[in-house]
């Protein structure tokens, strides 16, 4: 239901999954789910609560390398970015550690794709940066008058205004 974006009918099933499976494996994975499903519609205060329910478990390999992934792709999408590295570089490290290259793979790409928006994010506030310094030609005739005048006035070791 996921895959398929009906997200009402996959919590719905997560939620009795999580809920009433017999197996404490199936109930983690539907949790995990569930964490995933609240980042995907924004929902952080619910996130948080699935999140708390899992941290600190001690999860089979597997499970632990998912948890970590979802968990570093919720805090990408609410744009807590040191967060997200942090557990995304977590998944990778427990997915290599086990063998588990298709998670390895995963996290590996979802950790450079990270690395890389937070490139351009940089990139763009430095543009930003520069581009609301930079003054209007319109006024350099007066900001080289002004700057003439500091000049001036902070030769002779004045205590003019600044």
Not at 73 to 85: G, W, Y
Not at 92 to 97: I, K, L, Q
Not at 134 to 157: F, K, Q, Y
């Amino acid at each position: 239901f996921i895959h398929l974006g009906v997200r009402s009918a996959a919590r719905d099933a997560l939620l009795i999954l999580a809920a009433t499976a017999q197996e404490q494996y199936s109930r983690w994975l539907a949790t995990i789910n569930l964490m995933e499903l609240e980042a995907m519609d924004g929902c952080e205060p619910r996130f948080e609560e699935y999140r708390r329910q899992l941290d600190g478990l001690a999860l089979p390999p597997v499970l632990q390398a998912e948890y970590y992934y979802s968990l570093g792709e919720a805090h990408r999408i609410f744009d807590h970015v040191d967060q997200a590295r942090q557990a995304l570089t977590r998944a990778v490290d427990v997915a290599s550690a086990h063998g588990l290259n298709e998670h390895a793979f995963r996290a590996e790409r979802a950790l450079a794709e990270l690395e890389a928006a937070a490139r351009r994010s940089e990139r763009e506030r430095r543009r930003q940066t520069a581009a609301a310094t930079a003054a209007p030609e319109a006024l350099s005739d007066v900001i080289t008058a002004l700057g003439e005048m500091r000049a001036t006035v902070g030769a002779g070791g004045g205590t003019g205004a600044r």
